[in-house]
């Protein structure tokens, strides 16, 4: 979230408003009553476009702070194109307000075609960057870092220049996209956004807002992290594979009647994707993650058929060394004592022993399959 961006900006030199994060209404009055001046408050959201949506707001003392915070906790962040479902605000960010004289765009990300880093500057800050492309097509300065070489702070003052910032901006530049390409760096950023990037009044430079996403498979680098992914609200699909032993991006709802469950996130869309081409919908994406055994498939079964419109399930499991005989066990008996609502299985394993398992399935009243276009053929019909 935006304040624990800023914490990583902090670190890099970046320079932040003070503030502070408050979880309640109460928190954020008393912060504002030991503090004199014009604060801002700021919902705290995984998703942008909360100035639109009325969750910035400014307050001059503590019983407006107080009032404005509820207002903004009070309803949930409206959907849009960022997050459709909208997301429940449980904290805002209480923040000095910067009198603000011009707003920029900074950001850092990996640029597909050639592979590297690329840093993007425009004087348009303040909106999507979607809509500044739109409305100002060739205000977006871009520098693609040979990361052999790095990033040296005449980078900064030619794309200052080049993307025509305010001169306001000259002098503080250079150090802040390096800020910003060091964090980059350091956390494993899939990007890193600053907008607006403030030129005040007075002649500072502050970010603003602060947008980071890290990569998860770089998240093992800083443990510290896992901590503030768990402070992060769950939605209702996290909350229930949580509930069910998974992990919280091993679960995901949608509306056909196929229920998949397979080992592995690239399998479980392939095993979507095939769905759809043998002209099925999918109820839903799980992978059941590491071991496949008993107890965990049948949380995963109950999972899908608890909370989707599955009418058959596709199970789709990718043995390698894996004893398929054995896992062919732990379905049958993890199928037979579930006291969920009972769907048809179409089950497909490979692997070590792959035949004794699909005899184990096929006398159990399951129908096993060989190939995964199969199965999905095979689950598409049942559940017509
Ligand atoms: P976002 O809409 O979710 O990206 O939230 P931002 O943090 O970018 O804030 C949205 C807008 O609120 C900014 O573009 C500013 O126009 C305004 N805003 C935010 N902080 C301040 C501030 O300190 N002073 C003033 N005057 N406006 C602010
Ligand atoms: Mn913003």
């Not at 607006?196 to 992290?225: C, H, Q, W």
């Not at 022993?353 to 699909?358: A, C, K, W």
Request: neutral net charge; hydrophobic residues 40%; charged residues 25%.
């Amino acid at each position: 979230m935006e304040h624990q961006g800023k914490e990583l900006f902090r670190r890099a030199g970046i320079p932040i408003p003070r503030g502070q994060d408050a979880a309640s209404p109460a928190d954020a009055g008393e912060f504002v009553s030991a503090n004199s001046g014009e604060w801002v408050i700021k919902a705290q959201v995984l998703m942008g476009g909360r100035g639109k949506a009325g969750k910035v707001k400014f307050a001059k003392n503590a019983d407006e702070a107080r009032a404005v915070a509820q207002e903004i906790m009070a309803t949930p962040m409206p959907p849009n194109r960022q997050n459709p479902k909208g997301e429940p605000v449980n904290s805002v960010l209480v923040e000095e307000k910067l009198p603000i004289a011009k707003e920029a765009y900074l950001a850092i990300a990996i640029d597909r075609t050639t592979k590297s880093p690329v840093i993007m500057v425009s004087p348009f800050g303040g909106m999507d960057i979607e809509e500044v492309a739109e409305k100002h097509p060739g205000s977006i300065a871009k520098f693609f870092v040979n990361t052999a070489i790095g990033y040296s702070p005449f980078i900064g003052r030619e794309l200052a220049f080049k993307a025509g910032l305010d001169p306001g901006y000259r002098k503080a530049f250079p150090a802040i996209a390096g800020g910003v390409y060091d964090l980059f760096f350091r956390y494993g950023a899939k990007l890193i956004e600053i907008n607006p990037l403030v030129l005040t009044t007075d002649g500072r430079v502050f970010a603003s807002d602060a947008k980071v996403e890290l990569d998860d498979d770089a998240l093992y680098k800083n443990p510290e992290f896992k901590k503030w992914e768990e402070t992060l609200p769950l939605d209702e699909d996290e909350k229930l594979a949580a509930q069910a032993g998974l992990g919280t991006r091993n679960f995901r709802r949608f509306d056909g009647n196929v229920g998949t469950i397979a080992n592995g996130a690239g399998l479980a869309m392939a095993t979507m994707d095939a769905v759809k081409n043998a002209g099925g919908n999918f109820a839903n994406f799980l992978d059941v993650g590491g071991g496949a055994n008993a107890e965990r498939v049948r949380n995963c079964y109950e999972l899908v058929v608890n909370h989707t419109g599955a009418k058959v399930m596709f199970i789709n499991i990718f043995g390698g060394i894996t004893r398929c005989d054995e896992v062919a066990k732990g379905i049958v008996e993890a199928l037979n004592t579930t006291k969920s609502r009972k769907v048809p299985l179409v089950i497909r394993l490979t692997g070590t022993n792959e035949e004794q398992g699909r005899k184990i399935l096929a006398d159990a009243k399951m129908t096993p399959v060989e190939t995964m276009d199969e199965g999905a053929a095979r689950a598409v019909e049942l559940a017509a």
